[in-house]
T-cell receptor, first 114, second 112 residues
């Protein structure tokens, strides 16, 4: 079946640095990708919708200048957490749509900010 | 916007027994209701889904029922096995926009 790959799976960074997480659809083209954040023992919360070739749409309360999303190709979307702080530590998960037929989730990226 | 509530938050079931998880949603425009299984440190995995034109769907030991009038849907797992232990999330969306609203999750523990 279709696969969505995230990289890195785990990342530890110092406070104030920026971290980039990649989301790739491996065997299909995804015009739309979604980014979620999940805190421990909580549900997935949608952060933004990433559209290939256009600006991302952010959910209410998500700072677009802090969470930069780039969807430069039909198989790759990136999430950059800028000037990360300990409260940004979370599990970040992307999903990609196979032309609306089905949503596939990545394995997630655990970010720890020291 | 859509609001999805899920119950119970934790559920312990003896191996071989059945488990039922229930969700309610608020947006009558929602027409796609998937269920996901999430194991520790991993992304969610789709286990079954149902669309609004169907009242019930079954796949081996897993079944989902949908009551659009009451705006609730349920996951049924029969003959539970230890590997069924995980966190389960329901979700809802208007399939056209693919944006999922997730329930709060149910931690299912199967007792051997």
């Amino acid at each position: 079946g279709a696969v969505v790959s995230q990289h890195p799976s785990r990342v530890i960074c110092k406070s104030g640095t920026s971290v980039k997480i990649e989301c790739r659809s491996l065997d299909f083209q995804a015009t739309t990708m979604f980014w979620y954040r999940q805190f421990p023992k909580q549900s997935l919360m949608l952060m933004a919708t990433s559209n290939e070739g256009s600006k991302a749409t952010y959910e209410q309360g998500v700072e677009k200048d802090k969470f930069l999303i780039n969807h430069a190709s039909l198989t790759l979307s990136t999430l950059t957490v800028t000037s990360a702080h300990p409260e940004d530590s979370s599990f970040y998960i992307c999903s990609a749509s196979n032309r609306g037929l089905e949503l596939f989730f990545g394995e997630g990226s655990r970010l720890t900010v020291l | 916007g859509e609001n999805v509530e899920q119950h119970p938050s934790t559920l312990s079931v003896q191996e071989g027994d059945s488990a039922v998880i229930k969700c309610t949603y608020s947006d009558s425009a929602s027409n796609y209701f998937p269920w996901y299984k999430q194991e520790l440190g991993k992304g969610p995995q789709l286990i079954i889904d149902i669309r609004s034109n169907v009242g019930e769907k079954k796949d081996q030991r897993i079944a989902v029922t949908l009551n659009k009038t009451a705006k609730h849907f349920s996951l049924h797992i029969t003959e539970t096995q230890p590997e069924d232990s995980a966190v389960y999330f329901c979700a809802a969306s208007n399939f056209g926009n693919e944006k999922l609203t997730f329930g709060t999750g149910t931690r299912l523990t199967i007792i051997p």
